[in-house]
């Protein structure tokens, strides 16, 4: 939604709304800087409502919630994750800066709504990595508890080195008592999910990444990248910016591309593009 500039235009969202109804998609996740600072936020949001979005979430820092709430589950929000990196107000704030206040005071009003509620964890080691509190307060609320290793990328390699932990060293002191639900394997991204259930009930879920060598593509194969690279080629799926341009890759914006000129075609016609770049190194 690129924040308070409002770069998310009325136009390029009903391109995307139409070209999503065109293709069948009915999953729609809104996100980007922080949503809820978007001038047209809920202007945007209306527009949203003659279209059939089945799953339909916002994910936000939670600083703003709790006044945007009533609006968006008024316009068919089914689920809403908040980034909550630490319980502890004096962590919270060294790792994002603000107040944990207005997050739990968010929070607090989501639980007496119908409505799903996802809190997001970036673990970071020796800083957040202790996750019982945590723990305790998505049993409580009954919310789902995600997980996220801190991914390397080419400008923040000390503080990769310095705060990366992997999730297994983090739900170690309590996996044995947690019950395995699923594994879902992401074959194209190399990425895979899994979801516990803990011994009070509650959902934790974690992300895992392979390294790219052994990738199907070329693109990756070869990528100067693919032996740091935790992410990579279409990580979470189909991902636009405000100027409606799809990034394949995180590591690599070269190989953007303007999404538009498919919206109005058929869904394989993408396919068929991602796999030209993927297959020849990104060399059309």
Known sequence: MAGEKGDMRKKNWIMLLDGMKRWRMSSLKIAGMEP???????????????YKIDDFSITTNGSRLERFLP?????????????????DPIIFKNIT?????????ALDVCSEHDIKVKLNVVALKNLNDDISALLDYASLKE???KLYQLLWQPHNTREYQKYHIDWREIIQPYVCDWKGLELIEYVDSQRYRYSFETETGSIVTVNGFDRKDSSKYHLCRTC?????CEEGLMGFGFETEYNLKLN???????????????LREEFEKVIGYLNAITSKGGNL
């Open 36 to 50: 809820t600072i978007h001038p047209h936020l809920l202007d945007l949001l209306d527009l949203t409502q003659s």
């Open 71 to 87: 609006y968006l589950i008024e316009r068919g929000m089914t689920q809403i994750t908040v980034s909550l990196h630490s319980m």
């Open 97 to 105: 800066g603000g107040s944990i206040r207005p997050i739990w005071e």
């Open 143 to 145: 919310f789902e508890l």
């Open 224 to 228: 100067q990248y693919r032996n740091r």
């Open 248 to 262: 394949p890759c995180y590591l690599r914006p070269e190989f953007n591309f303007d999404l538009k000129p498919f």
